[in-house]
């Protein structure tokens, strides 16, 4: 079976009963370009999910259209059991969204716009939003506009947590902060997320961050969902495996499940997916050669699987 095979029998196919979020046939394009081709997902409440995707994939796309902010072409999102198509100020209530870049409002204040933000939301958690502004040192006095965008990108990540959502989307959150303000921000997310119910979509290219959320992984690719699994069931799945021997590597041994293999001098590398590890140590038998197998950290798997 071949490994975009393997990946596309991990998508659901069944709508849960217990999701968040249901998309079906979702379809989206830019000037005649689908960007989103029958696009059918389900997430359950109360899971942390990493969306990775190579850069023009799609991801931001379809994080505008699950919260409304990108109208569709044609499909249905459902939220909450509920169409995104149809006005809800309540289930919207329950939404937390940071974007990519945050640009609103430059010329107010902080503390206006957090005001303002909070009348929209019964469940504004006040004290928790002044801890953040005072943590992440952003001035409440200041007006946006001249804010860093690191600052900007702190004040988006408030605004969204603050409603205590039960839906997080993430596009990016991380991408303008430095490795102290990131850690900070992992830990709040955490912390805010991980009673039950609290579902969180994250789309980032900072894998480091997903390993320490033990998200699981759903994998958009040629405008689908490809795959979606735990990190764990894909550390199982696809390995290195490293065959060594004195007289080299001058043919590259055939093997069910290969994905790539790399030689350098006395090494092969080898990318399996789904291989046994007794297929594995027969081909280092009959080789003649000493096998050692790792696992690959999930930057490796991503660049892999994309």
């Not at 001058?250 to 990318?271: C, D, F, K, M």
Request: aromatic fraction near 6%; hydrophobic fraction near 45%.
């Amino acid at each position: 079976m071949s490994m975009e095979a393997s990946a596309s029998a991990l998508v659901r196919s069944n709508q849960e009963p217990s999701a968040s979020v249901n998309i079906r046939g979702l379809n989206k394009s830019f000037d005649k370009h689908p960007v989103l081709r029958d696009l059918d997902w389900s997430i359950p409440s109360g899971r942390v999910v990493g969306l990775l995707g190579r850069n023009g994939a799609g991801k931001t796309t379809l994080l505008r259209c699950m919260v409304g902010l990108s109208p569709i072409d044609d499909g249905h999102v459902d939220i909450f059991g509920q169409s995104m198509a149809e006005p809800g100020g309540e289930r919207l209530q329950r939404i937390g969204f940071v974007p990519q870049n945050f640009e609103l409002f430059p010329w107010m204040k902080v503390r206006n716009f957090l005001d303002f933000t909070a009348a929209f939301y019964p469940h504004w958690d006040h004290a928790f939003a002044e801890r953040l502004l005072t943590d992440w040192e952003i001035n409440a006095r200041q007006k946006i506009g001249e804010l860093s965008q690191g600052q900007r990108q702190k004040l988006a990540i408030v605004r969204a947590l603050a409603p205590d959502p039960d839906l997080l989307l993430l596009d990016e959150p991380v991408a303008s902060l430095d490795p102290q303000a990131r850690r900070a921000f992992m830990a709040e997310l955490m912390q805010r997320v991980k009673r039950p119910g609290k579902t969180v979509v994250f789309s980032t290219h900072i894998t480091a961050d997903l390993e320490r959320a033990g998200a699981d992984i759903a994998l958009l690719k040629d405008g689908r969902i490809v795959l979606e699994s735990t990190q764990a069931m894909l550390h199982q799945r696809i390995r290195l495996a490293r065959l060594t021997r004195d007289a080299g590597w001058p043919t590259t041994p055939e093997l069910a499940g290969l994905v790539r293999a790399t030689t350098n001098g006395s090494e092969l590398r080898l990318i399996v997916d789904g291989t046994q590890d007794a297929d594995l140590q027969a081909l280092a038998d009959r080789e003649q050669a000493e096998l050692a197998i790792e696992p690959l950290p999930l930057e490796d798997l991503f660049v892999e699987l994309a």
